[in-house]
């Protein structure tokens, strides 16, 4: 697997609620690296919200925006990007990761009643279109775990680490 001296890039996976977008700006800055936020990159570049494109173009075609997003931010260099959580459930996403040289993958685990709690906590959590259902959201926690792990080079077990000590973590790792 890439190694510090050889990375250009980090990106990080996970589902949703596991800290992606906090740990990532974080981890960034530490680095002194840019931070690529993929469901940001999607809206600024359709200048609509997640749920609006969902609303849109429905779920497929959502993903697809998503994977033009994904190959755009994988051409950037010393930037750690976050992933949406559904992201690697393409295969086309998934094989674009794997083929990209010099890209540390790490997942982010946490288990989904804390990753769930979080996300429906979060005042921002009309936002985000897969979680209306809580059995779906499991449900759909089920499928993608493998394959968040498979795409990973490193896993954190982030639960009980605050969003700070998990960038420690992956500074130590890197
Ligand atoms: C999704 C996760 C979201 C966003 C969209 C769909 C998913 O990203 O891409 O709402 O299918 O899990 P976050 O994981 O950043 O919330």
Known sequence: SPTATTAERVVLTGYMGAGKSTVGRALARELGWEFCDLDHLIETTHAATIAELFTQHGEPGF???????LAAALGRHNAVIALGGGALESLTNRLLLE??????????DAPFEILFDRCVLQPDAAIRPVLKDPDTAAARFKARRPQYQRAAHIIVDTEPLTPAETVARLIEEL
């Open 99 to 108: 083929q990209k040289p010099n890209t540390l993958t790490v997942f982010l």
């Open 63 to 69: 993903r697809q925006l998503e994977t033009r997003a």
